[in-house]
């Protein structure tokens, strides 16, 4: 069994920056995709970005490519997603997501998620 917790998240100007942090305990997550997805208040929960296991592939969703990047840390058991130029549209809880199989964008093919972070973006 794999935990996911998340830290970095807070209350951030239009513009501004924030990197979060998907720390994993249990086991490694060295052979596994890893994800980052958020929910805003009434909204289903949407894909933000995918790393495959040794990072060599990275996928965005439209909203965000350009602005955030997604990278690991295997050594350190750690997924990170550096957000830049902060939209408040972008203000949501932020999930971490392990062991994606089938679509790196689909919630449903991943077996591991963290309890969230808040990301609240201010205009």
């Known amino acids: 069994q794999v935990q996911l917790v998340e830290s970095g998240g807070g209350l951030v100007q239009a513009g501004g920056s924030l990197r979060l942090s998907c720390a994993a305990s249990g086991r490694s997550i060295s052979s596994y995709r890893m994800g980052w997805f958020r929910q805003a208040p009434g909204k289903e929960r949407d894909f933000v970005a995918a790393?495959?296991?040794?990072?060599?592939?990275?996928y965005y969703a439209d909203s965000v490519k350009g602005r955030f990047t997604i990278s690991r840390d295997n050594t350190k058991n750690t997924v990170y997603l550096q957000m830049n130029s902060l939209k408040p549209e972008d203000t949501a809880v932020y999930y971490c997501a392990g062991r994606g199989t089938g679509s790196y964008s689909s919630p449903a093919d991943y077996d591991y998620w963290g309890q969230g972070t808040q990301v609240t973006v201010s205009s």
């Open positions: 790393i495959s296991w040794r990072g060599g592939s990275t």
